[in-house]
């Protein structure tokens, strides 16, 4: 983890760049068989990709809220064997 370091832009995107080339390929090659080529059967329908985004958002959401409560489940765990430890005589 890096604490108190600001990264410039040009950092970034040099270390990004294999990465932004590769998705750059991934949307220019269906742009140009719909434009140039004319193929319109590759174009897709806005509903099921509304419906898939929606149905993604919802298990990521619940995911998350899983996650997060096994978190506080766990701290409040870790403060209940502090404040037990500290109870313990000498």
């Given at each position: 983890m890096h604490v108190g370091h600001n990264y410039s832009l040009k950092e970034?995107?040099?270390?990004?760049r294999k990465d932004?080339?590769?998705l750059f390929?991934?949307?220019v090659i269906p742009v140009?068989?719909?434009?140039v080529l004319g193929w319109k059967w590759v174009a897709l329908p806005w509903l099921p990709i509304a419906l898939?985004?929606?149905?993604v958002a919802f298990v990521v959401g619940f995911k998350n809220n899983a996650a997060y409560d096994r978190l506080w489940?766990?701290?409040?765990?870790w403060?209940?064997?502090?404040n037990i430890?500290?109870?313990w005589p000498l």
């Open positions: 970034v995107l040099n270390w990004t932004i080339y590769h390929l991934i949307a140009i068989i719909y434009q898939l985004g929606t149905a489940e766990a701290r409040k765990i403060g209940a064997i502090l430890s500290r109870t």
